[in-house]
Every structure is written in structure tokens, then in C-alpha cells.
């Protein structure tokens, strides 16, 4: 159901609104024409991380993208909540948008969310594209898989502490993009980072967020193509052939010269794998 409150246009070539699903309203953003196609951010990002693919996609695509609950424009729920809840609300989000069985690319946290609807409710799921998610349980036996649990529940204690910005800058660097990744970043994305520390916490907190049921995940219900970058850190990759290998899904496309955030590192080359692979498999003969 929509709310009938809408934030200002950034753009005449957006139509941005407040939609209200599970009882929180998120920010979501639509942009261009044609084949639908839903974007869902990761950890510490909100919608306009997709900003530099957006404008080639939306050539071709409805391009629709939102804050997720508890990120910038979005609201959060009364409690902290369940990476369940995050699906649910992208579940709710397809449905009252009329978009069901959608088409979802998703990245990081963002890609385990949509990996998470999709073994729940796969009616849901025309083609599904996900980039490096962090579902360390599949590969818990790995040592640097470990090694990464424990930097994260390190870094979610020293946001509690109140180091909001200290624990973002190690994650950035030493977790998800690599040493130096922090230095390239402007004031104002320093700024959204440390801003959705405190909802990347409570994510954390979630007993449940780094698992998936492979036998869960059945890809003959929808198409599912995997990505991975060949700069990312070396636990992404361990993680994205292990999900391969274990729901029987076809070896990972890797994009040359990537790492984690190909959207915004090759936007154009990362916009063309989407647009390869959307379009073949959703239209007929």
C-alpha cells in the first residue's frame, strides 16, 4: 500500500514516494520504462548507491530502487529486527507494486536478502542477480571466512561502543574493499557510511544473517546468476563458489577488474551483464 506522503523529486526523471509495507515506510525511487527491474542496496548504502547504473538501465528497464528499513529516507521498525524482515519487506514491496514474479539484482547484504525471498517465496522471483553475498555460514570451515566473522563482531561492538566512524573505516578497508578504500571516498560518503552504522549493527545482531538454506534454494524456479569480482577479497569468492556448488547453479560470472561494488567501480560494464542476462530470460522464444 502506498502512503500518500512523497518526498520532493531530485529529477524530473524520477518519481520518488514513501511506500508503506510491514508497517514502516521505505524511500523508493523509480526511474525509465519497460521490463521491471527491483535494485536492493547492501549493509552500509541506501538506493543511491545504484545512481551511477541506473541511468544505463534505465534505457531499457523500470528501474526501481528503495532505501531498506532503518537507511536514510526509509523508517526503521520499533525493534531491531531480522534480515526475514528486510525479505519481507522486499516480498511486500513486489507484491504491492505488482511486480511479482520480479526481476531483483541485489549486492552484498542486499544479494543474501534477496537469496533469503527467494528460497522462502521463489513465486516471487522471475530472475534473480547477486553480486558476493556475505553468507559466511556456507563456508564457515574456511579460515579466512573465520577470520572475517570475527572482524565483523568486533567492528559491530565498536559501533555499540559508540566508534561509529572507527568501525566503518575498518570495515571498509579491511573487510569489504580492501586497505585504502576509506581514503577514496568523499566527505559525504564517509558521512552516509557512518549514518547507517547503526542500522549495519543491528543486522549483525541477527543470529540468522550469514546463513541460507541451500536446500531451500531451488534455481530451477527462477534463473539465478551469480557475479563476483576478481579484486574482491578472497572470502567473497570463497562464499560464491560454495553457494554455486551447492544449489547446483552455474559457475559465477566474474567481472574483470571488479571487486565488491561493481556498480560503481564498472557501472557500464556491470549495467551490460544485467541487461545480458535480464531480457534472455524473461522474454519467449
Known sequence: MSDTTRPPDRSAQHDQRLVTVNGVRLLVREAGSGEPLVLVHGGLDDHRVWEPVEQELAGSFRVITYDRRGHSGSENGPEPGLRSDDEDDLAELIQSLGLAPANVV???FGASIALGLAARRPELIATLCVHEPPLLDLAADDPAVADVRRSLQAIRERIERGDAEGAVHDFIDNVALGPGAWETMSPEEHAETVAAAGT??????????????PAALDPTRFSLLL??????????TTITMRLADTVGAA??????????????????D????VARFVPARTTGP
Open 251 to 268: 559457475a559465477p560470472h566474474i567481472l574483470p577488474g571488479a571487486g565488491h561494488l561493481p556498480h560503481l567501480t564498472h557501472p557500464a
Open 200 to 213: 549495519f549493527a543491528e543486522e549483525l545482531r541477527d543470529p540468522g544473517w550469514a546463513s541460507l538454506d
Open 227 to 236: 557475479t563476483r569480482g576478481d579484486e574482491s577479497p578472497v572470502f567473497f
Open 106 to 108: 541485489a549486492n552484498s
Open 270 to 273: 556491470y549495467a551490460s551483464t
